[in-house]
């Protein structure tokens, strides 16, 4: 379906509403004169207050209503009406989701403008190639109303109002013999008085139009609309009544290929730029493969190390690194020879690579020194135990091809990033002390960079503590960035970020303290002081007449340990802040742990009106398809593809598409860190719904908010 098409352009109007003194039987008269499934019920204002539909002609000949009552008894009260202005993707999801079969089209003054159906969108949907592989069979109406011609009218109404079909086969024996529908109901009722008396037979209705299961969706449009029909009768093989499909199952399929056109699109960007890579690789790999072990060599390692921290870090997770190094390898060199000392090299290169898992990273940084990183580390623990594998296994003896047997013992160094550092030169120096220090103290052990390593565990000790006081010494405070709607510039909403006013460090990031918050158990009570303290600020603002929405940010540790609902109930409690202009942030990761519970607690906050967010949102986008199970109000697109904006296509392609989904998902979408025209410029024209970032503002206290909304009022 075209995205950008308003309900307008395909709206056909022409037919003039009725009033609703006007008759049942002056609606039928118009309905079949204008061969129309509904007519519109207005009132002096011409604004829509009715509707009158098939659907209502068959009540009528099912509870034997008099054709001479007025609309106003009989029509659809409450009508649901869009704007003109609406997109018409928009429009179908509205209509999909309240299963209308009629949306009513007013302009701004709320006058009627016209009706759009099911076969307008239909029209306007244009099949892709999907279309050409989906067939019939799979999405066909197994369950069928069947009748006999000799069924009473009245029956027949009865029992379609009942099932809820707007059409029965009517069979002769066990082959169908004709389809009738809501609309020759309303033709037979416009035309004849004595309809009590009367039966299916004489009901003047369409030809039947049959097509084979196997027939593909495209075809079974052509048929349709080739003769005019709104549903066609389907048979296997033998002939035999297996289905019916209709304009209704049409729809829905090619709908559901918009989806699947959307998430195709986004798999493809990440196939091209994972070939690409490929590509690449194999352009660099003379340059960046070691000649004798066919390893990657130190360059690449270097390389490759940058990339690994920094989407560790993203993850946030830890990478060990380890530097292998020879015993002896030295004498090994000269007292055989360069040759013998290449074999054992090889030798000892498939024993490593036969214990390297999936996902590690083995190379040959020279001489003796091979080099090893391991990512998602979670403890030293993990890294010990690949170690103590790896160490045992270099460490066999080896049969060389001068008949001598030796036996090669390894040692190796371990440093961790980002905990050690996050600089890759440091990391290697690091690794490579441990290295030395390992091969001081025991041959055929290994050793962490261990001054490092004791003095950061020391650290953290007395960092935890300082941590622990920090909320009754009242040090930590929350922070708040604005969050602009992007088509008025207006600040709607904040983000509420905490800091720790450490007594000596000064203003502590919460990159730094909520891991370890986390770590320690102590994110429980921060975590909840945190939205006990937005809901506070809020009720100020709200008191003081900013219609502002605040935003908190909740970490998959809180998820799991804390009853969010509830601390959330009693601070919206205590505080009075009205529920619906808190938002909650959580990531998307957190939403896969325990998924059952998780859609529980979203779905007991969006009871109590809460907002929920999607923070992060992009780095795992294969799982699109899982949000549509969660209630979800805004997805969040993580700053590192916004970063470059517009000139990465990757990243622009990605963006466009998760701002397309969102949409078609109904959620709000914004783009983190913003930070200059050319972003903003790009993600406006995009449809982006909101954004954040340094180039409103960065995060500010209190006060400083408060200030900065104000100079935004004047
Ligand atoms: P986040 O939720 O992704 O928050 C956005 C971070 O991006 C903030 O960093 C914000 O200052 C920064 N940022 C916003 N706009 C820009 C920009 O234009 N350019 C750049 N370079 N950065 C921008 P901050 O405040 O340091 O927070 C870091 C993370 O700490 C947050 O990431 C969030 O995961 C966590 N955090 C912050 N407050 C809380 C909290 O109260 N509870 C929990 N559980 N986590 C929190
Ligand atoms: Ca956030
Ligand atoms: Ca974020």
Known sequence: MQKDVLVSTILHNGVKPLKKSDLVSDALCCMDKNSISSVVITDENNSPIG??????????????????????????????????????????ILMEQHEYRHIVVVNKKNEYMGVITEGDFLRHMGFEDAANVKLVKDNMNKSILTITPKTSLVK???????????????????????????????????????IHEASIEEVNHHRMYVIKKDASLKEASEMMSQHGVHQLVVVDAADVLVGLISRHDLLKAMHRSYFDYLYKTIEAKVQREKELLLHKEELEKLANYDQLTKLPNRLFFLTYLKKSVARMIRNKQKVAVVLFGLDRFKDINDSYGHNIGDEVLYIITQRLLK????????????????????ENIDSANDVSMVLREMLSAISAVAEL?????????????????????????ELLQYADSALNDAKKSHKGYFSYYTNEMTQKAQEKVTFENALHNSIKNGELELYYQPQVYIQTGKIISAEAL????????GLVSPNVFIPIAEES???????????????????????AGYNLTIAVNVSASQIKYQNIPKIVQQAIQESGYSASKLEIELTESSLMQREENVVEMLHLLRAKEIRLAIDDFGTGYSS???????????????????????????????????????????YQVLAEGVENEEQLAFLKQK??????GYIKSKPLPAQEFEALLRACLV
């Open 401 to 425: 091809s001068n008949g001598v047997e030796l036996h090669i013992e390894a040692s190796a160094g371990v440093t961790i990033a980002p905990n050690d550092s996050t600089d890759v030169r």
């Open 498 to 505: 905490i800091r720790w006013n450490h007594p000596e460090k």
């Open 51 to 92: 509707i009158f539909t098939e659907r209502d002609t068959l009540k009528i000949v099912s509870s034997a209503i008099d054709c001479n009552t007025q609309l106003s008894e009989v029509m659809t009260k409450n009508v649901f009406c869009i704007d003109a202005g609406t997109y018409i993707h928009d429009a179908y």
């Open 355 to 374: 214990r390297v898992r999936e996902g590690d990273f083995l190379s040959r940084l020279g001489g003796d020194e091979f080099a090893l990183i391991l």
């Open 156 to 194: 027949a109404a009865q029992l379609m109002t009942q099932k809820k079909c707007d059409y029965a086969v009517v069979m002769s024996g066990t082959k169908p013999q004709s389809v009738i529908h809501e609309r020759d109901i309303t033709k037979f009722l416009s035309n004849h008085s004595n």
């Open 687 to 692: 449809g982006c719904t909101m954004y954040q």
């Open 521 to 543: 158990g102590l994110i429980n009570s921060i975590g909840e002081w945190v939205i006990h303290e937005a809901c506070r600020q809020g009720k100020i603002w709200e008191d």
């Open 624 to 666: 699109l398809s899982y949000l549509k199970r969660f209630p979800i109000d805004v997805l969040k697109i993580d700053k590192s593809f916004i970063d470059e904006l517009p000139h990465d296509q990757d990243d622009a392609a990605i963006t466009v598409a998760v701002i397309e989904m969102s949409k078609a998902l109904g």
